[in-house]
């Protein structure tokens, strides 16, 4: 098995890590290595011959977050209407003096794809505007150069194929889902009757689209996403925006970069893979990127309080639609607090049905203590940290280990960085759960290097 048949295949998980293994170079059936940028790069590794997928056996940081789409127009709609471009500024930016139309600018779209054909991505001569278009999901021709999977086509292609009467015989991608068109017709459209039928924001600027590959279903499963929802690996993301560079330092022109996608995963705090090599490449002088800044604020999808002298309980409803198969849940805290968590639901008990994520960062302690009857509460919570503590005495003097609290700490030179986010989990236990559990993963700890 050759390495794109390792990142494309679902026996093989993607790992995100910012130094390079040794081993990067050597070929091995049991993984597969590829550089994003520096030392930033993605192990793809033979999920038989790992671990299990788990935030305990592997470091939150290190594990692909998924991301959706925003909510968009209905695609087809061929309504266009000019003052929201007015009022917001960009028509008159466009006009004498300044003419700021993206001329000698690339504009590159890293979505589901572009529908190359439409005539808003075409000069008045008919030819395409887009410089080149990596599809992801295509394995048919030709990768980028320096990239492993997916097919490329570049302009010369793209014209011959809209010559054709049927231009996907050529040039088979097609975005079937609409969101990559209609942010990129926005951002970029062509003017057409002179802007009066159709005008972007940038309709001088050249093109280049990326088609993200779906997530593989190994990690839809693990985030419990919906199987109709349009998910995308964080790492698939990160290799489009490193394509989307190669480009413009091979035309020597500025780069705009376009992320219309977005995630609830994660402290938002920019210390993900993805956002710290966004603001690594957003460092360049001609280089920016747009992303996505969230459409959800009215569903309510996060809670945050503060505690403060005499509020020591926070209590918020977590509502659960009705036949949910199943959803994760992200607890984001400040150093070096110590939390206790408790979930209850209506009936007072709980299925053996997954997993609660319970996340701290570097030095905190996560515990969750059950006060209640047993048959009412997890039976326990096993935090994994970037921490020199070896038990429990360690930093509560005097306590000993008990059923009540078992913590979990794990210490590795790789995983000891002052400032980043760790992870543990919450057992999803049914009122059958004992201590026996609670000592198997006590006894489980890692041993002191």
Not at 34 to 61: E, H, K, M
Not at 226 to 253: G, R, T
Not at 273 to 293: E, G, I, K, M, T
Request: with cysteine; aromatic share 12%; net charge negative.
């Amino acid at each position: 098995m050759n390495c794109r048949e390792k990142i494309l295949s679902e026996d093989y998980m993607s790992i995100l890590l910012d130094y390079v293994p040794e081993e990067a170079n050597q070929e091995d059936e049991a993984f597969c290595y590829q550089q994003v940028d520096g030392t930033l790069g993605i192990y793809y590794l033979d999920r038989s011959a790992v671990l299990p997928l788990s935030p305990v056996n592997y470091l939150y940081r290190y594990l692909p977050q998924l991301f959706c789409l925003g909510a968009f127009p209905a695609a087809g709609s061929r309504t266009f209407r000019p003052e929201p471009l007015e009022g917001s500024g960009i028509l008159a930016q466009q006009r004498p003096p300044l003419e700021l139309t993206g001329r000698r600018v690339v504009m590159a779209f890293i979505d589901t794809g572009i529908s190359y054909e439409n005539p808003v991505f075409r000069y008045s001569d008919g030819s395409s505007r887009i410089l080149a278009i990596w599809d992801q999901t295509d394995q048919s021709g030709q990768s980028p150069e320096g990239f492993l999977y997916g097919t490329e086509y570049v302009r010369e292609q793209i014209d011959r194929a809209l010559e054709l009467e049927d231009p996907h015989s050529l040039v088979p991608e097609k975005d079937e889902i609409g969101h990559g068109t209609a942010v990129a017709s926005v951002a970029a459209g062509s003017r057409l009757e002179e802007g009066s039928l159709f005008t972007g924001a940038a309709p001088d600027c050249e093109i280049v689209a990326v088609k993200l590959r779906p997530a593989k279903q190994y990690l839809r499963n693990f985030y419990l996403y919906p199987p109709d929802a349009e998910v995308f690996q964080e790492n698939d993301v990160m290799m489009a925006i490193a394509y989307a560079i190669s480009w413009a330092k091979k035309l020597e022109m500025p780069l705009s970069i376009c992320l219309g996608i977005g995630s609830s995963q994660g402290a938002h705090l920019g210390t993900n893979a993805l956002s710290q090599y966004v603001d690594y490449v957003a460092n360049f002088s001609q280089v920016s990127v747009s992303a996505a800044a969230g459409n959800e604020g009215n569903t309510r999808n996060h809670s945050t309080g503060i505690f403060s002298q005499g509020r020591e309980q926070i209590v918020t409803e977590l509502r659960v639609a009705e036949r949910e198969q199943g959803f994760t849940m992200e607890f984001w805290g400040e150093p070096p607090e110590i939390y206790n968590l408790s979930l209850q639901s209506p009936t007072y008990w709980f299925k053996d049905s997954g997993t609660v994520l319970c996340f701290c960062r570097n030095e905190g302690v996560c515990e969750l203590y059950p006060d209640r009857a047993p048959d009412r509460i997890f039976a326990g919570i096993y935090p994994i940290f970037s921490s020199r503590l070896r038990n429990l005495e360690d930093f509560y003097p005097g306590k000993e280990q008990t059923e009540r609290t078992v913590p979990y700490v794990a210490s590795g030179r790789r995983i000891d960085i002052p400032g980043y986010l760790f992870s543990g989990t919450i057992a999803l236990y049914n009122r059958d759960s004992s201590g026996g559990r609670q000592k198997q993963h006590h006894d489980n700890r890692l041993p002191a290097p």
